[in-house]
């Protein structure tokens, strides 16, 4: 069974930084690609942004250049460094890791990501 630990949400104001961390635990195929989406409430969840364990980044247009993902293949952990955080980026941020031989999806169980004045 696999296992996506998700921390760092919260409230913060515009302009605001965070940082979001997941911890992936079980058994899966060592290439994978983990990465981050997001739900806002009445809209579908998206992709924010995702990093495979061997390879470039892929970032949603709407947080290129504010937001940054990066990986410890050795701890199997996939943190997302949020700055200049607007109110349009308030959502449930969810972990997500695609086993990439049997193409499984696993997902956390999402952290509240708040920004508001």
């Known amino acids: 069974q696999v296992q996506l630990v998700e921390s760092g949400g919260g409230l913060v104001r515009p302009g605001g930084s965070l940082r979001l961390s997941c911890t992936a635990s079980?058994?899966?195929?060592?290439?994978?690609?983990m990465g981050w989406y997001r739900q806002a409430p009445g809209k579908k969840r998206e992709v924010v942004a995702s990093?495979?364990?061997?390879?470039?980044?892929f970032y949603a247009d709407f947080v290129k250049g504010r937001f940054t993902i990066s990986r410890d293949n050795a701890k199997n952990t996939v943190d997302l460094q949020m700055d200049s955080l607007a109110p349009d980026d308030t959502a449930v941020y969810f972990c997500?890791?695609?086993?990439?031989?049997?193409?499984?999806?696993?997902w956390g169980q999402g952290t509240q990501v708040t920004v508001s004045s």
């Open positions: 997500h890791l695609q086993d990439l031989k049997n193409e499984y999806d696993y």
């Open positions: 079980g058994k899966f195929f060592s290439l994978n690609t």
């Open positions: 990093i495979p364990t061997v390879g470039s980044p």
